[in-house]
């Protein structure tokens, strides 16, 4: 069973939202920011949008750029990762219950903080009554999503699916993960990321909508050939190398190896030794100096590796090693989270 | 349908005993778990619940791990619950085997968080619980307790989840993405959840009276509970002592409201169809519901509406259960997963509580004395959560069981 990326709607803290294809980058010096969002009024009724939280939006907003980019107009299936949900709304709930000592609360605060309310409410405003589910896997969220997506192709059970990860940055949650140290504290430049050799990652945020089809039109992205998600490897080089051999590939059959490199150095230091065991001649690019450090983060990678694929194109800002491929028919796109959780998913040319 | 996928091993804790056995005694003897809260500190002590009648510190020390560990109420809970169901299967989770952990979850770790919150933001004396947070962290604390999953993963639709981690489970099984998957969910009671439920009006402040008449809301309840999934291939090298089969799953949206179910139970019925349609079953082959059966005024019209577009005049015997355990919310899925499979394999249709008289809009009354020596082949089991994320599950006897 083919899965064909149809359609994807992104907004980031890059200028992607409407854009064709990859845009020109915007750097950042310091580690936290927000997402460049579109004016929200030209896309949601007022009404509608008047209790939303930011996040719900900016979700309800892609999921139809990326319905109306596919062609699609009802998917059979909405899947949605997020790390966290409306954090923004579960921190003034729990802000006023503490505050007021359990007194005077508002309901609002506390539906929107509930995760699955994101795929709920692109549901209700699709009207759509299939398969609907939330992925909270921390920073595999939005792998976890696509992976049960892929069963469900599988199966022949959806022959269409919307597929989400969703997450936002507030001042608070940078805060409380600064003081855990995931942060960059040094002074360092976002298109130098991947070499800044510090401690911690610059933060992001985002929402990101992928539309996928059993069938493929002129406009279509790429196909996801296979995806696997991993647990705490134990060794990684070779997980990669027994998820290409089921693949029947070799890891020179890689024409791009695309790596979640954050910028702390200790993390990136397994992808960097990944490269030189089995991609030292493959051409090598990164994501995170675009889209930020965010439990979804890997949706912006596959925003990014589906626009190189459909384009043919791999911009040097993007680029590790300035090899320029060959070919543009088969990426790897490798992720970890913390070094416990790994996702690896296999876009190829169509 | 590439591999059945068989049930062998159950573990529950939740206000009505804290292992397998005291559960089944406490259905069988009419036993509830609701009452004044004890181990939540809370001001809304009108409010009942079905506690786990645990402390944190007697969790600690029956797991022998330290106190001061950055463990969660809801990660000890599971982490006792998943004890209990690799022990009943008899597995150790080892690298070796395809093994993997799929849990679900709410509000993760929102009971130290709504406790450390303060300190969060002004200090470093409570750094360790900031990253045990999220959900997914919840479930990775606990399948690090036992080690050896190569796969985890988190579920979240409010109070459907771990149903959904079940349907997850069995389809890792069926693609032969792993060979073992130990499925289900685990919620505490927080002052968050509790005081989130008090302000939609839908606590009952006296003991709770899921689908009758004067029903005026729900009891929240914490629990965990798991089921041990398996390929057939997986058991029978095993050895394994076969409970049951999961035999079908729906998922379905009502894209209604989110907050509330539609009249015509549409999200519900969907989901009920689905479940029946990949069981291969009709109807009336269905001889037991164990109903999501809130207590609200809502969900329990919405439900029976759905019931009776699915089964028409032939309605099965149908009870909730959540007047034993409370309403554990992202836990209930596979907490009334346990529930159905034992009613499956001890042969006993569990009462519905507190009822007195019929709703008027519903064909049919539910279940309100123990019913034993019943006979079940197929049992359903519904989930519904917030947002209408509807899912149903069906389980079915195996020929070769324990008898």
């Avoid at chain 1, 930020?292 to 911009?315: C, D, H, Q």
């Amino acid at each position: 069973m083919a899965v064909y990326i149809r359609g994807i709607g992104n907004i980031s803290i890059q200028n992607t939202f409407l854009s064709t294809g990859i845009p020109q980058p915007v750097w950042y010096n310091e580690p936290y920011v927000r997402c460049i969002d579109p004016d929200f009024k030209f896309f949601l009724n007022p009404l509608d949008a008047r209790r939303m939280s930011k996040l719900i939006k900016r979700a309800i907003i892609t999921a139809k750029a990326s319905i109306s980019d596919s062609g699609i107009e009802m998917p059979d299936a909405i899947i949605s990762g997020t790390g966290l949900g409306s954090i923004d709304d579960t921190e003034k709930f729990l802000t006023s219950m503490i505050e007021n000592d359990e007194k005077f609360l508002q309901p609002t605060f506390f539906i929107q903080s509930t995760h699955n309310t994101i795929s709920s409410q692109i549901a209700i405003n699709l009207k759509c009554y299939g398969h609907n589910n939330t992925f909270v896997q921390g920073g595999i969220s939005f792998e976890c999503a696509l992976s049960e997506t892929m069963m469900l192709f599988a199966d022949n059970k959806i022959k269409s699916a919307l597929v989400g990860g969703y997450d936002e940055m507030t001042p608070a949650y940078f805060k409380l993960l600064d003081r855990i140290g995931f942060w960059k504290k040094e002074p360092f430049a976002s298109q130098e990321l991947s070499k800044s050799n510090t401690n911690g990652a610059m933060a992001g945020e985002g929402s990101v909508s992928v539309v996928l089809s059993d069938s493929k039109d002129q406009k279509t992205y790429a196909e996801i050939k296979a995806l696997d998600l991993l647990y705490m490897p134990e060794n990684i080089t070779n997980s990669i190398f027994d998820f290409l051999q089921r693949n029947n590939l070799k890891s020179s059959d890689i024409d791009i190896v695309v790596a979640g490199m954050n910028g702390d150095n200790k993390g990136d230091s397994i992808y960097w030794k990944i490269f030189s065991e089995l991609f030292s001649e493959t051409s090598q690019a990164a994501f995170k100096h675009l889209s930020g450090e965010y439990f979804t983060s890997a949706g912006f990678g596959v925003w990014m590796t589906a626009n190189i694929i459909r384009s043919k194109f791999l911009p040097s800002f993007v680029s590790l090693n300035n090899i320029i491929p060959g070919k543009y028919n088969n990426i790897l796109l490798i992720n970890h989270y913390r070094n416990k959780n790994y996702s690896l998913i296999l876009l190829s040319a169509c | 349908m590439t591999e059945r996928v068989l049930v062998t091993g159950l573990g529950i804790v939740s206000g009505i005993g804290n292992t397998l056995e005291e559960t089944l005694n406490s259905l069988l003897n009419g036993r509830s778990g609701v009452g004044i809260v004890e181990y939540l500190k809370t001001n809304h002590t009108d409010i009942p619940c079905s506690e786990v009648k645990l402390s944190d510190s007697e969790m600690f020390s029956m797991l022998s791990i330290p106190e001061t560990s950055p463990v969660t109420r809801t990660a000890l809970m599971g982490i006792i619950a998943t004890r209990e169901a690799l022990t009943k299967a008899g597995i150790i989770p080892d690298r070796s085997m395809k093994i993997g952990f799929v849990s679900a979850t709410t509000v993760g770790g929102m009971e130290k968080s709504e406790q450390y919150y303060p300190d969060f933001l002004e200090n470093d004396s409570r750094n360790d619980f900031i990253k045990v947070h999220d959900c997914g962290a919840c479930t990775e604390v606990i399948a690090d307790y036992f080690g050896g999953f190569s796969y985890v993963s988190t579920i979240s639709t409010a109070c459907s989840s771990s149903a959904n981690a079940i349907a997850l489970g069995s389809n890792l099984i069926r693609h032969g993405i792993l060979d073992i998957v130990i499925a289900g969910g685990t919620e505490c009671l927080t002052k968050f959840h509790l005081n989130g439920f008090n302000t939609l009006m839908i606590l009952d402040r006296a003991h709770c009276r899921p689908f009758d008449a004067s029903r005026a809301g729900l009891n929240l309840g914490e629990g965990a509970a798991y089921l041990v999934l398996e390929s057939e291939e997986s058991a029978r090298i095993r050895k394994a002592n076969v409970l049951c089969r999961v035999s079908g799953y729906g998922n379905a949206c009502d894209s209604y409201h989110q907050t509330a179910s539609s009249p015509d139970g549409k999200g519900a019925t969907l989901a009920m169809t689905q479940a029946l349609e990949m069981s291969g079953l009709k109807p009336d082959e269905i001889d037991y519901i164990n109903a999501h059966g809130t207590g609200t005024i809502n969900n329990d019209e919405s439900e029976g509406a759905a019931i009776m577009n699915v089964f028409r005049d032939k309605i099965p015997p149908v009870s909730s259960t959540k007047a034993f355990t409370g309403h554990t919310t992202s836990a209930a899925g596979s907490v009334e997963a346990v529930i159905s499979i034992l009613a499956l394999t001890e042969n006993f249709l569990p009462p519905n509580l507190n009822f007195k008289s019929k709703i008027e809009k519903l064909s049919f009354e539910p279940v309100t004395v123990l019913k034993r020596n019943v006979k079940l082949k197929n049992v359903l089991s519904n989930s519904f959560g917030f947002g209408g994320n509807n899912t149903a599950i069906v389980f079915s006897a195996e020929n070769f069981s324990k008898n």
